[in-house]
């Protein structure tokens, strides 16, 4: 059974840098093909997609946050740890990661994030 | 950045109604293209991948058709269950991006 679980602190001050750890089960991110990557959801708004990172230590980041990113992998661990500076409150939202897989399709690979972890919500105030 | 656009924003519907979702990209996507559900304070779950693959264990209700920048999401015969917010999401290329989300909710 393949499952993700987000952890991070509730609350976290202005400026300070958040960390946040999405621990798996199920699958390696040694396997190639296989990715994780942060997605969040302000509250009553959409999805938006962070970072991502491959089994190939590939890494990829949002155009518009990459500055305050950093996404790493432990995969003695089974952990994929994103790290976020100089927080605001507007980054006040829910945090998931979910995991995407390469299936072939007509000879081309195609990558859904199939399984999410259930989210972790993060507030930013002083 | 790839930008999504979906329409309507929001839909009412009743129970057995055929629902149609679309979803514009702003440049070619080929078929890359995912749908996802998400319920009230759940995490979203994929429908469909590759534009109109369905994705094991989702109903046959579901399904999608499109491909370069024009997407369907289409629900045959809409479900109690099926009341929830849809977002499509470009896998073409990084950074990945998703609409802004359809809510559909009860007429």
């Known amino acids: 059974q393949v499952t993700l679980k987000e952890s991070a602190p509730a609350l976290v001050k202005p400026t300070q840098t958040l960390t946040l750890t999405c621990t798996f089960s199920?699958?390696?991110?040694?396997?190639?093909?296989?990715?994780v990557s942060w997605i969040r959801q302000p509250p009553g708004k959409a999805l938006e997609w962070l970072a991502r990172i491959d089994w190939d230590d590939e890494k990829f980041y949002s155009t518009s946050l990459k500055t305050r990113l950093s996404i790493s992998k432990d995969t003695s661990k089974n952990q994929v740890v994103l790290t976020m500076a100089n927080m605001d409150p507007v980054d006040t939202a829910t945090y998931y990661c979910?995991?995407?897989?390469?299936?072939?399709?007509?000879?081309?690979?195609?990558?859904?994030?199939?399984?999410w972890g259930q989210g972790t919500t993060v507030a930013v105030s002083s | 950045d790839i930008q999504m656009t979906q329409s309507p924003s929001s839909l009412s519907a009743s129970v057995g109604d055929r629902v149609t979702i679309t979803c514009r990209a702003s440049q070619s996507i080929d078929s890359y293209l995912n749908w996802y559900q998400q319920k009230p304070g759940k995490a979203p779950k994929l429908l469909i991948f590759a534009a109109f693959s369905l994705q094991s264990g989702v109903p046959s209700r579901f399904s999608g058709s499109g491909s370069g920048t024009d997407f369907t999401l289409t629900i045959s015969s809409l479900q109690p269950e099926d009341f929830a917010t849809y977002y499509c999401?470009?896998?073409?290329?990084?950074?990945?991006?998703f609409g802004p989300g359809t809510k559909v909710d009860i007429k």
């Open positions: 199920g699958f390696s991110l040694r396997t190639s093909g296989i990715r």
């Open positions: 999401q470009q896998s073409y290329g990084t950074p990945f991006t």
């Open positions: 979910a995991r995407s897989r390469g299936i072939p399709v007509a000879g081309y690979y195609y990558y859904g994030m199939d399984v």
